[in-house]
């Protein structure tokens, strides 16, 4: 698929694939360059807490696999990329927004107000209320990767149903680092199967 393909056509013929040639393989540098470009999603004050592990090494695919309810996918996928969400991520504010006035997009004095301020605001936030935007930030971004690797040529198949505490334990995250997601990506073995979806008279409301 190349780079030309329209966005809605990408869109439409991205399936969700879980049988993968085993033997595929997909570079390190083609991953880190698919979120590079990913990471251009927005987020929560563009506080960007999403954090990705990319598991390539099969031993370790085969090991979460005992907590990922055995999941054909995750062991014969070229790569597993586990998304996390940081909710310390908060820390990171004022480099963030000192970085936006280098670059000219924003005022020095506003730039760093607005760290200040999400300093302040998610610094204060209670853990419940961080750890739904990390969610939901993470939607986001995964969604861009799905997209990019069904135009890069690649499938996907994300993944919410693993143990999350077993795979944090195994993983040996940090705290503030709470996995949410893993994207099976590869070549596909066997064709996905399509999925309907409910009339959109059914879905779409306007106002009130």
Known sequence: MSST????????????????????KISRETIVQLLQDAISAPSSSNMQPWRFIVI??????????FFSFNQEQIETASAIIAVIGDIEMYVNAEEIYAKNAE?????????KKLG???????????????ENIVHFDAGLVSMQIMLLAKEMGYD???????????????????????PI????????????YGSSRLPIDRIVRFNK
């Open 116 to 130: 200040q301020d999400a300093l302040a605001m998610y610094g204060s936030a209670s853990t419940k209320t961080l």
């Open 103 to 111: 670059l000219g997009y924003m005022p020095e004095e506003i730039a």
């Open 181 to 192: 997601l893993l994207i099976a990506i590869g070549e596909a073995a066997a064709p996905a």
């Open 5 to 24: 393909t329209p966005v809605k056509q990408i869109m439409q013929e991205r399936k969700s694939v879980r049988k993968y040639n085993a033997k595929t």
């Open 156 to 178: 996907t198949v994300p993944m919410g149903g693993f143990d999350k505490t077993k795979f944090a334990e195994y993983m040996e995250l940090p705290a503030n680092e709470i």
């Open 56 to 65: 390539d090494d099969k031993e370790i695919q085969k090991n979460i696999n």
